[in-house]
């Protein structure tokens, strides 16, 4: 007896979509939750929580301040019609 499959390849679904502000609230809420990692790990002298912790948490916010520039240069740029 055989089996009947359906195979749907042509159609496509984008899964992972999110808006900007979406983005940027996950990375705030990452970013800060590293830099109170780092801070910790800072005063606990524990170089191997504070490096990563550190690192991710700079990563996060000038992601953060890039897609900010971002934004007001869209917005700046559609206001004058260039």
Same mark, same amino acid.
């Given at each position: 007896?055989?089996? $009947?499959?359906?195979? #749907? +390849? +042509?159609? %496509?679904? !984008?899964?992972?979509?999110? %808006?900007?502000? @979406?983005?940027?609230?996950? @990375?705030?809420?990452?970013?800060?939750?590293?830099?109170?990692?780092?801070?910790?790990?800072?005063?606990? !002298?524990?170089?191997?929580?504070?490096?990563?912790?550190?690192?991710?948490? +700079?990563?996060?916010?000038?992601?953060? %301040? #890039? !897609?900010?520039?971002? #934004?007001?240069?869209? $917005?700046?740029?559609? +206001? %004058?019609?260039?």
């Amino acid at each position: 007896m055989g089996f $009947k499959v359906n195979h #749907y +390849a +042509a159609r %496509t679904i !984008n899964r992972t979509f999110s %808006t900007d502000w @979406e983005t940027l609230i996950i @990375e705030l809420i990452i970013g800060g939750i590293c830099a109170v990692l780092a801070v910790v790990g800072y005063q606990a !002298n524990l170089l191997l929580v504070f490096g990563p912790a550190g690192l991710i948490s +700079a990563i996060c916010f000038l992601g953060i %301040t #890039y !897609n900010l520039y971002q #934004y007001w240069q869209d $917005k700046r740029h559609s +206001a %004058t019609g260039d």
